[in-house]
């Protein structure tokens, strides 16, 4: 089982940045690929980005590339996500998950996430 707590959210004005952590309990996390998501208002939930196992292997959004990045650190079973440029529209809540498969590598299919987070909130203020 594992828990993840994202933190980190708030309220910005655009064009400034945020970054926002997920912490996670559990002895295996280094195992497990991690991804982020995020769901505005009246619209489906949305892969931002993913990483792998290791950390050797990332995946963006097409549509976020460039602004947004992926990392994590083991040691501290953390996985952060570095918000630069920030427009309205990046305005959701942005939701961590695990996938509960040993070593799989990165992917943006949202079934294969096993384990959720509660979301933290971002507002982007025009």
């Known amino acids: 089982q594992v828990q993840l707590v994202e933190s980190g959210g708030g309220l910005v004005q655009a064009g400034g940045s945020l970054r926002l952590s997920c912490a996670a309990s559990?002895?295996?996390?280094?195992?497990?690929?991690m991804g982020w998501f995020r769901q505005a208002p009246g619209k489906e939930r949305e892969f931002v980005a993913g990483?792998?196992?290791?950390?050797?292997?990332?995946y963006h959004s097409d549509s976020l590339k460039g602004r947004f990045t992926i990392s994590r650190d083991d040691a501290k079973n953390t996985v952060y996500l570095q918000m630069n440029s920030l427009k309205p529209e990046d305005t959701a809540v942005y939701y961590c998950?695990?996938?509960?498969?040993?070593?799989?590598?990165?992917?943006?299919?949202?079934?294969?996430?096993?384990?959720w987070g509660q979301g933290t909130q971002v507002t982007v203020s025009s």
């Open positions: 559990g002895r295996t996390f280094s195992r497990y690929a």
């Open positions: 990483i792998n196992w290791s950390g050797g292997s990332t």
């Open positions: 998950a695990a996938d509960g498969t040993i070593r799989v590598g990165v992917h943006n299919d949202m079934r294969g996430y096993d384990y």
